[in-house]
């Protein structure tokens, strides 16, 4: 059984999110929790490291992680690790943070006919593998300039990357597939337990690229 470790930094890296990415991966997946202060021991046996969404801006990166973590984090990588980064988890995986993606990873609400004209929770209309879902959508980002080794999952209903693997090692998601019913308190939209499965697939998918 492959192993994911989901990284935890409440509120930032929110235990709420972590806790609906472990559930979604079980039990087709082991999964453990790192903390900053177990990462850098932790991580070398994970198949997945996980990177959830959170409260706050995408700088809290600057204070949050030392050299030494994201020294960890690249050796790792550079050793077959994978990365799996949802909403807050996949901007950090752009190039002012741990820079694992030659992509721009950008806000979507900012590209042109997003749908979503504001940062709090809501829904998102995409299309994943060609099927049409509605998806929880709290500010997550987008994917510029693909390379020839990006593979793209899903689409937003732009048109613009919503999830991506790159390089068959680095796995982003901009929406929360991991949702679970409490998050749609106060969302005109219904939970829908189908997203939870199209990450598990697309965790698999990641970790046999």
Not at 29 to 38: C, E, G, S
Request: net charge negative.
């Amino acid at each position: 059984m492959k192993t994911v470790k989901i990284f935890v930094h409440d509120p930032v890296i929110e235990l709420d999110c972590a806790h609906a990415l472990a559930s979604a991966l079980k039990p087709t997946f082991k999964v453990q929790m790192l903390t900053l202060d177990t990462l850098a021991d932790g991580i070398w046996d994970a198949d997945i490291f996980a990177v959830g969404g959170g409260i706050g801006d995408s700088d809290n990166f600057d204070w949050m992680f030392t050299e030494q973590h994201k020294d960890v984090i690249k050796q790792y990588m550079h050793s077959g690790g994978k990365y799996l980064g949802i909403c807050m988890g996949a901007y950090w995986a752009g190039g002012l943070y741990f820079d694992l993606v030659p992509l721009a990873v950008g806000q979507y609400i900012v590209t042109e006919d997003s749908g979503i004209d504001h940062e709090y929770p809501t829904v998102a209309n995409i299309s994943w593998m060609g099927a049409p879902y509605t998806m929880y959508f709290y500010d997550g980002c987008t994917f510029h300039a693909p390379t020839k080794n990006t593979e793209v999952i899903a689409r937003y209903q732009n048109g613009y990357p919503m999830a991506v693997i790159e390089d068959g090692q680095v796995g982003l998601i901009g929406c929360h597939p991991e949702s679970e019913p409490w998050w749609f308190m106060g969302i005109s939209h219904d939970y829908s337990p189908e997203h939870a499965q199209l990450l598990k697939d697309f965790a698999i998918r990641l970790v046999t690229s």
